[in-house]
């Protein structure tokens, strides 16, 4: 009798992927100031900010100092919100706001990491409230974002509990390396964005997405693989066999199923041509 043991001895691996502009084509949190402002949390004058705001972070890609006048403005904005209630208006809206911009090319490098047995990570500058959902829309497997205080009253307080942004990435990364048990030389990484370059360096296998100039400059100087994504695409448009993300176990069941799919086909047309004989 054949007994399949699992190899335990190999080490984990895992993909870390930031979120904007690398695996969906805009701002996440941005992209939701329409369905806050429709919920009553912000007014028109913000929404129209936060809209030029968007616009600026296409263009070019925000440095560290654009990313540090947002995050203070995106901070002093949602004081006061009622944290069930974005976490209501995210989850109502996501799919028509979100699953369009995702990139087709971004969804397929996720499915083979998964496919190859790594880890899927999210590791995103914005709030968990709007990461998480989106996280688990893609099938992925961890989420790191930032986190807001909030107070008693259920309400952000304005004040930021952690910053998941340049190096705290990478700090992140190395402590899920040590409590999953992750051998970053044999994990992947990808961003667009230069303030991810700490995240980049702590892996084995950095990948620059869509990046911006300083990012591309340190990409080409190091040789690191650039990879240009310009398709989104609605993840029930693509191809049924890529809408979910495979295990290696799924897609071993699947192989067996289709094999005996055909061994059946093929032994009913053995036995239709015998009875016509």
């Not at 990484?189 to 980049?200: E, F, I």
């Amino acid at each position: 009798m054949l007994m399949l043991v699992e190899n335990h001895s190999l080490p984990r691996t895992a993909a870390f992927f930031d979120l904007d502009k690398t695996v969906i084509a805009k701002s996440s949190t941005l992209t939701f100031s329409k369905s806050f402002y429709q919920g009553g949390l912000i007014n028109r004058r913000a929404a129209l900010r936060t809209a030029y705001a968007q616009f600026v972070f296409l263009a070019g890609g925000a440095d560290h100092d654009q990313m540090e006048r947002m995050r203070k403005y995106l901070s002093a904005m949602c004081r006061g919100w009622n944290v069930q209630q974005v976490k209501e208006i995210v989850a109502e809206t996501l799919h028509d706001l979100i699953d369009p911009i995702i990139y087709d090319e971004a969804a397929s490098l996720i499915e083979e990491h998964h496919t190859a047995g790594r880890d899927v990570v999210i590791v995103s500058t914005s709030g968990a409230e709007v990461v998480e959902p989106i996280g688990e829309l893609l099938g992925a497997d961890r989420v790191v974002a930032t986190r807001m205080v909030v107070g008693e009253d259920g309400c952000f307080t304005g004040e930021v509990e952690y910053y998941a942004y340049g190096p705290t990435k990478a700090e992140a990364v190395k402590e899920l390396a040590e409590s999953e048990g992750y051998d970053l030389s044999q994990c992947y990484a990808y961003s667009d964005s230069a303030t991810d370059l700490p995240m980049l360096e702590s892996v084995g296998h950095p990948h620059a997405v869509n990046p911006d100039r300083t990012l591309r400059r340190e990409a080409l100087a190091r040789s690191w693989p650039i990879l240009d994504f310009n398709r989104p695409v609605r993840l029930k448009q693509r191809l049924p066999t890529l809408s979910v993300p495979q295990r290696p176990a799924l897609v071993m069941a699947a192989a067996i199923g289709a094999a005996a799919a055909t061994a059946g086909l093929v032994w009913y047309a053995s036995r239709r041509r015998a009875t016509v004989a």
